[in-house]
Nanobody
């Protein structure tokens, strides 16, 4: 079955950077939009960033715009989320997702990874 596996999470100080990766298998990766979402304890899952199948169009939540960059390498079946100037409020489990539509709505995504923890200390 389709698998999305996130990696790259960890503990970082405020102002630091992390790069998350999402490796897809058994998926026609280049046909799917990719999204990143996050969920903090006690909070709902929220949209972070999305990228169209071609990689040419991206969208970001206001809270991360200018600090995070989503990208993809269709030859490697991998999506990325470069996170700079991290803040304690960025602490959450980060999930990647694949879907047929480029969207900020998590309901539009079909396949999900298991998540990777990002913790930002002050």
């Amino acid at each position: 079955q389709v698998q999305l596996v996130e990696s790259g999470g960890g503990l970082v100080q405020a102002g630091g950077s992390l790069r998350l990766s999402c490796a897809a298998s058994r998926l026609a990766f280049s046909n799917y939009a990719m999204g990143w979402f996050r969920q903090a304890p006690g909070e709902e899952r929220e949209f972070v960033a999305a990228i169209r199948w071609s990689g040419g169009i991206t969208n970001y939540a206001d809270s991360v715009n200018g600090r995070f960059t989503i990208s993809r390498d269709n030859a490697k079946n991998t999506a990325y989320l470069q996170m700079n100037d991290l803040k304690p409020r960025d602490t959450a489990v980060y999930y990647c997702a694949a879907g047929p539509e480029y969207s900020s709505d998590y309901g539009s995504y079909i396949y999900w990874g298991q998540g990777t923890q990002v913790t930002v200390s002050s």
